[in-house]
């Protein structure tokens, strides 16, 4: 049984397990695509209307680069609420969206996967798992 990809340790969310190696490969190729979904509570008021939530969404949405040289970037970067974000990638590296957030002034209180693929995480409780269903497509 082999994990497919990791969680930061302040981090919650949908773990994929798997005993097919093709799916595996699939699942932890940095070139593979494959969409993953997170909820972002983080520190602040992100009032849509404000120029300057506006510009730090902006700049999260267009990709960051850290003082070591390291890109980080979103496929897309939505507002949900007051102090809430979805945030979309197709890669993921260490503290991804962790260091793209610090890199705006946001300090990530959350963050939960909540979708890998076309697995959703929906209402199952922390620490409970179930079985892949046919329509759960990856």
């Given at each position: 049984?082999?994990?497919?990809?990791?969680?930061?340790?302040?981090?919650t969310?949908?773990?994929?397990?798997?005993?097919?190696?093709?799916?595996a490969?699939?699942?932890?190729?940095?070139?593979?695509?494959?969409?993953?979904?997170?909820?972002?509570?983080?520190?602040?008021?992100?009032?849509?209307l404000?120029?300057?939530?506006?510009?730090?969404?902006?700049?999260?949405?267009?990709?960051?680069?850290?003082?070591?040289?390291?890109t980080?970037?979103?496929?897309?970067?939505?507002?949900?609420?007051?102090?809430?974000?979805?945030?979309?990638?197709?890669?993921?590296?260490?503290?991804?969206?962790?260091?793209?957030?610090?890199?705006?002034g946001?300090?990530?209180?959350?963050?939960?996967r909540?979708?890998?693929?076309?697995?959703?995480?929906?209402?199952?409780?922390?620490?409970?798992?179930r079985y892949l269903?046919?329509?759960?497509?990856?």
């Amino acid at each position: 049984m082999a994990v497919c990809g990791r969680l930061d340790v302040n981090s919650t969310g949908l773990l994929l397990f798997t005993q097919d190696g093709t799916v595996a490969k699939k699942l932890l190729d940095p070139k593979g695509g494959i969409e993953k979904e997170y909820l972002v509570r983080v520190d602040l008021n992100l009032d849509p209307l404000t120029d300057k939530i506006r510009r730090k969404v902006e700049v999260l949405r267009a990709g960051v680069t850290s003082d070591e040289g390291i890109t980080y970037r979103a496929k897309s970067v939505e507002i949900l609420n007051a102090n809430q974000l979805r945030v979309i990638l197709t890669e993921g590296k260490n503290r991804h969206i962790r260091r793209m957030c610090e890199h705006v002034g946001l300090r990530v209180m959350a963050l939960k996967r909540v979708r890998i693929g076309g697995v959703k995480l929906g209402s199952l409780p922390v620490g409970q798992w179930r079985y892949l269903q046919p329509n759960d497509k990856i």
